[in-house]
């Protein structure tokens, strides 16, 4: 027997902000509502709820999970959180997808949720509580500065220079400007705004980052028969591949994120596709600093190790170009509410797809994209693939 | 996909009040080489994909599933943590096994809440930051009051509830890994101090430590791997109001609804007719009473009284915690449902020792999340 297919039909997004008003309850709430409301559906409609939020330090509460669910409208439903650290964004849809393809729901909401202002005076403290209580967190580390070790493993192996890297995040920020949900959209940044920001460990600088910020998206699954029912323009989940490595990230090769080939490759043998480079039309991979955009590219296969900054060089990165990279504005450029961030690169793919996308629409009705994200120690990949 | 799903494999480590000589990971290894032995199963080669129950706040670590991969074998694996209970755990196995792209899933829980100095401050956390906290109201404050008004609506008595704590900690003395074992009295138990009111010490479950891990497979998989597949007929979840302030506070509509939606998969119509054997949430002894009665074992207000007749002991009609339950073997945070689980799964093979219940076909287990959550899950296994 064949696999139950699974289709996106609607999806829903806050606003990315710095410092949201509204609790997370709330955020998730206004995510679930617009993501209904985009189908014409309502909560007695949905027969499972599906969440994901990153680490419960930020909302500094305990059974995050459970203090959302009414939020997400998970009540008198079944609900579960699921949670792969930074990866999680894009997870929470795969748990969708085995809802439904399971065979025992037709109809899944998937919520993301982050709130990171809430921590004070900065969630970056936060991350201190992610390392080993013994080997690792007397050292003080965050992640700034072990990114900092990643990049500077990824410039030296392949002679790449931080101008090469730079450029990710002036197009992602300027990508980011035609999108109504941005932080940190700057349609005039230049290559100096990134070298000349301020460093914070070197080689990472202030530009080279995604901005913390609050927001929540929220999308809609459904089966086959359903999905037909409820729209025109479905979009199908045509592969997921998701792989954790070790935690002793310590031995780990920090210039190649084998952990990403194998989600990757998981994806596409479920999808079917042989040559990804030509099948994927539009690619999201997780941005959260500039240069991990053109690490998981070498991962997604979509470049050759060490060649990924020359898909931004030649233009093929661009929104016009041949493979369009975070055309919704990434990370660096929407910003970086951690699980919701993964969730939105679904929903950009989703109306990407449709067609739906407004100034940021990616010329030349592409037919397949693909969503990646990354977490945890330098850790899990996690890959969706989506056609129409 | 695939319809049918098993259980081929158990491993756990035994469960105590302190495990000062081991680390959670050194636990979790223990448990899962005695599962993938049980299956016959190596980790590297034939687990496709693994599932973790977790919750940060228990383990002292953000984002925790990073730790969860490399004592189970499942390093460059897909594997994933939910942040539930695990019997949310096997059900999330469940569905991924029939999805059809995987064959054999392994689920691990575990506890490790002696290392927790402050577990009260702790799962006041769980709390709404807004409304509730501010009020300093201690977890088992909230369960005092849950209990109160079910006693309140249902007309069971303080004893009744008491008579759940004898029965089950008295059963534990026959589980091996269960620390908690004691024979008792109603008397003992309230003439024990009080928690809060009529919540009392002795009807708290004590925590433990332990881990423990099953091994999941496909039909095709199953039958080649076991000659005592444990089949998975139903798995149901469900979460009522997470608000303090807008839920039922007399029943358990969480496994109510859990059980719903286990029972329609699995074809079941009277569940005390076709249940032999239940393991059943009792990490606050009303909680066992509370939950036979929305898992439509018996009308409301009845689940003390058949209690207390004896209804639910081993040799009886329905034997409910014959393991020793939660009271008996400790509460074990996320590992509960599992614990629980994991007694039906030993019952259904017909190797529970001297607690050995006889002529078993199919065994049900139930879960909670705790105070405050409203949050619940149901499985039903047959042999």
């Known amino acids: 027997m064949g696999m139950r297919k699974v289709a996106v039909v609607g999806a829903g997004m806050t606003k990315f902000v710095r410092r949201a008003q509204e609790t997370p309850k709330e955020l998730s709430w206004e995510a679930a509502h617009m993501a209904l409301e985009s189908c014409e559906m309502t909560m007695d409609d949905i027969e499972a709820v599906c969440l994901g939020t990153a680490p419960d330090a930020f909302d500094g509460v305990h059974l995050n999970g459970e203090y959302l669910s009414d939020g997400a409208g998970a009540w008198r439903k079944p609900y579960m959180r699921s949670y792969v650290g930074g990866g999680t964004g894009v997870f929470v849809p795969i748990q969708g997808w085995y809802h439904i393809a399971s065979g025992l729901f037709d109809v899944v909401m998937v919520v993301a949720e982050e709130k990171m202002s809430s921590f004070y005076p900065h969630a970056q403290a936060a991350?201190?509580?992610?390392?080993?209580?013994t080997t690792e967190r007397p050292l003080k580390p965050n992640l700034l500065w072990i990114f900092a070790l990643e990049m500077n493993r990824y410039m030296t192996t392949y002679g790449i220079s931080k101008a090469d890297i730079a450029q990710v995040a002036v197009q992602h920020k300027r990508n980011a400007a035609d999108h109504p949900c941005a932080l940190l959209g700057d349609a005039n940044i230049?290559?100096?705004?990134?070298?000349?920001?301020?460093?914070?460990?070197?080689?990472?600088?202030?530009?080279?980052?995604?901005?913390?910020?609050?927001?929540a998206v929220a999308v809609i699954l459904a089966a086959e028969h359903i999905a037909k029912r409820i729209t025109d323009k479905p979009v199908w989940i045509e592969g997921v591949g998701w792989t954790l490595d070790t935690a002793y990230w310590t031995n780990r090769d920090l210039a190649y994120p084998r952990y990403v080939e194998y989600a990757a490759r998981m994806a596409y043998d479920m999808a079917g596709i042989k040559e990804p480079r030509k099948e994927i039309h539009i690619a999201e991979p997780y941005d959260p600093f500039d240069y991990k955009a053109l690490h998981h590219l070498e991962g997604l296969q979509l470049a050759d190790r060490g060649k990924a900054p020359e898909l931004y060089s030649d233009g093929t990165a661009s929104r016009t170009g041949n493979m369009p990279v975070c055309p919704s504005g990434g990370l660096l450029g929407v910003g970086n509410p951690i699980a919701a961030a993964g969730l939105m690169k679904i929903a950009e793919l989703f109306w990407q797809l449709r067609g739906e996308a407004g100034a940021r629409q990616v010329p030349g009705h592409p037919r397949r994209g693909l969503a990646q994200a990354w977490g945890d120690l330098m850790q899990v990949g996690t890959v969706v693939i989506m056609g129409r | 996909m695939q319809e049918r799903v098993a259980i081929v494999g158990v491993g756990c480590t035994g469960f105590r009040s302190i495990t000062p000589e081991q680390s959670y990971k050194e636990m979790v290894y223990e448990a899962a080489m005695r599962a993938y032995t049980d299956a016959g199963v190596d980790p590297r080669r034939d687990v496709e994909s693994f599932v973790t129950v977790a919750e940060d706040f228990h383990e002292g670590t953000s984002i925790f599933d990073e730790y969860t991969p490399d004592q189970i074998g499942g390093a460059l694996k897909p594997v994933h943590t939910i942040t539930g209970d695990g019997l949310h755990g096997i059900a999330t196995a469940y569905m991924l096994i029939r999805t059809g792209q995987f064959d054999i899933v392994a689920v691990e829980g575990h506890s490790k809440a002696s290392n927790i100095k402050t577990m009260s401050e702790v799962t006041a956390y769980a709390q709404d930051p807004v409304l509730n906290r501010p009020l300093k109201l201690n977890s088992h404050f909230i369960a005092g009051l849950e209990m109160n008004r079910y006693l309140f609506e249902t007309g069971t008595s303080q004893e009744q509830c008491a008579a759940v704590v004898v029965k089950n900690r008295y059963n534990a003395l026959c589980n091996p890994v269960a620390p908690y074992g004691a024979d008792l009295t109603i008397e003992d138990v309230l003439s024990g101090s009080m928690l809060s009111w009529p919540l009392r010490m002795r009807e708290t479950a004590e925590h433990a430590d332990g881990a423990i891990l099953m091994v999941l497979a496909s039909e095709d998989k199953a039958s080649y791997l076991t000659d005592k597949p444990i089949w998975i007929l139903g798995a149901g979840w469900n979460n009522d109001s997470a608000a303090l302030e807008n839920r039922d506070w007399a029943h358990a509509i969480y496994a109510e609804e859990a059980a719903r939606m286990a029972y329609r998969q699995a074809g079941i119509n009277n569940p005390l007719e076709a249940i032999d054997i239940a393991e059943i949430d009792d990490t606050y002894a009303y909680k066992e009473l509370q939950a036979l009665e929305a898992l439509g074992f018996c009308?409301?207000?009845?689940?003390?009284?058949?209690?207390?007749e004896g209804f639910t002991s081993p040799d009886?009609?329905?034997?409910?915690?014959?393991?020793?339950?939660?009271?008996?073997?400790?509460?074990?945070?996320?590992?509960?449902g599992l614990a629980r689980a994991y007694e039906i799964v030993l019952q259904l093979r017909g190797e529970a020792g001297v607690r050995q219940v006889e002529d078993v076909n199919i065994g049900l287990a139930q879960s909670w999340r705790g105070v405050p959550s409203s949050s619940g899950a149901v499985l039903i296994l047959a042999n």
């Open chain 1, 127 to 133: 991350f201190l509580t992610i390392f080993d209580h």
């Open chain 1, 190 to 215: 230049t290559l100096d705004d990134i070298l000349n920001s301020e460093v914070l460990a070197w080689p990472v600088q202030r530009f080279d980052v995604s901005p913390v910020s609050d927001g």
């Open chain 2, 299 to 308: 009308r409301e207000g009845e689940a003390g009284i058949l209690t207390v």
């Open chain 2, 316 to 336: 009886n009609d329905l034997p409910v915690n014959v393991s020793g339950g939660s009271l008996g073997m400790g509460n074990l945070l996320e590992a509960n």
